[in-house]
């Protein structure tokens, strides 16, 4: 690959084509088939502007979401514009919840005294502020324990009593700290609580929010629950990933991120190091496999900017060894004339990316980006 010049690299090449094809597949998939409201997630993407528009444009998509209310407010209006409505998806920090008031039209949330709080909040900005109640059905990350039902319900008891809030709905989030894959009966048993919660004090819950990318599987199996309306998806729409069983989601690719990097050293050395090993700039103890001579490439790309276990290099003759914050170092040994091509200092090398070495490229601002349309 020849060295383009006049770029700047590192470089994450977006390929806004391919994500829209995604984008289609798992809002057909969600709303068509699954008879779900999409949330589409953009944490992942540093809430990149070009992909919100994308996101903001197409017209099966009803929110738009985030954890971080400082991505939300980049988009608020523009999600309104096209007439989606913004999400929270991290429980409000209460240093937070003015912003909250004015970015977040739908709230996730799990304590009662964040939601009173959030009331006098909501009332001071004159807004009835709409939340979506957590409920952990065996996860353990956020929301009211599903067993705790008396709590539960005196939540709601409370909340229906709060001039400025509105409960809007509630929601579940699977295979985040536990692992717990969704199934029919834990997602069921969320169902199970919203009906309780709506005959026991007479109203109707809008939204069933029945997780993320983890969910997605179960509308191809026809397994998910009737009564689940809402799925919010991040990683199934970037990478394709339905991320229950790490399998990919029909008519998805998981390429259309492309890190490119440029090699900056090449040189034939040793596999082992040399003299006493103690700790590596990170502190680890490293691993060294002896392959006698290598030929060995420095890209100008680092933990900085990327996650050297959640990138994969394009070239399959090239392989990862390891790197430090601002250098990643290569075996490019199998690179040779014969066998497709050698590379030379100046050249780039390309890598699709992961759900970890994504978020950090995106977040990185020592990664340029540039769009295919
Ligand atoms: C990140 C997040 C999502 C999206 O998760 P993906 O696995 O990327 O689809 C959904 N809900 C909550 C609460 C989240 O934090």
Redesign the pocket.
């Known amino acids: 690959m020849a060295n383009k010049e006049n770029c700047m690299y590192p470089k994450v090449i977006i390929d806004m084509a391919k994500l829209k094809q995604n984008l289609d597949a798992v809002a057909e998939t969600t709303v068509d088939k699954g008879g779900c409201s999409l ?1 589409i ?1 953009t ?2 993407l540093c809430a990149d502007s070009t992909v919100v528009e994308m996101i903001a444009n197409h017209p099966k998509v009803n929110l738009i ?1 985030d ?1 971080r209310i400082k991505n939300i407010s980049t988009y608020t209006d523009i999600a309104h514009e096209h007439g989606k409505k913004t999400m929270l ?2 429980i409000p920090m209460i240093s937070e919840l003015s912003d909250v008031v004015r970015y977040v039209d739908l709230c ?1 949330i799990s304590e009662i005294e964040t939601i009173r709080l959030l009331n006098q909040e909501a009332h001071q900005g004159d807004k009835v502020q709409k939340i979506l109640l ?1 409920i952990d059905m065996g996860d353990l ?2 929301g009211f324990f599903f067993k705790d039902k008396e709590l539960i319900h005196e939540a709601v008891s409370e909340i229906l009593g709060m001039e400025n809030i509105e409960l809007y709905g509630i ?1 579940v ?1 699977l ?2 700290y536990g692992a717990i894959i969704p199934k029919p009966d834990n997602l069921g048993g969320l169902v199970e609580i919203a009906r309780e919660i709506e005959g026991k004090h007479g109203i109707q819950l809008q939204m069933i929010s029945g ?4 969910s997605i599987y179960l509308i191809d199996r026809g397994e998910l629950p009737e009564g689940i309306n809402n799925l ?7 990478l394709g ?1 339905d ?1 229950a069983y790490e399998t990919k989601l029909p008519g998805t690719t998981d390429d259309a991120f492309i890190l490119e990097a440029e090699i900056v050293e090449l040189k034939s050395k040793p596999s082992l190091p040399i003299g006493d090993v103690g700790v590596d700039a990170f502190g680890q103890k490293p691993y060294y496999e002896d392959r006698g001579i290598m030929q060995r490439a420095i890209i100008a790309v680092g933990k900085q900017d990327v996650d050297i276990d959640s990138m994969t290099p394009v070239d399959n003759r090239v392989e990862i060894m390891g790197g430090s914050s601002d250098h990643i170092i290569l075996d490019v040994t199998k690179c040779t004339e014969e066998n497709g091509g050698e590379y030379k200092v100046g050249d780039i090398v390309q890598f699709t990316l992961g ?1 970890g070495g994504l978020l950090k490229v995106m977040t990185s601002p020592y990664v340029e980006k540039e769009y295919l349309k």
């Open positions: 949330a997630v944490k992942v979401a954890s998806l991290r996730q957590m990350r956020e929601g989030n295979t985040c997780g993320n990318s983890s919010r998806l991040g990683e199934s729409f970037v990933n991320t759900y």
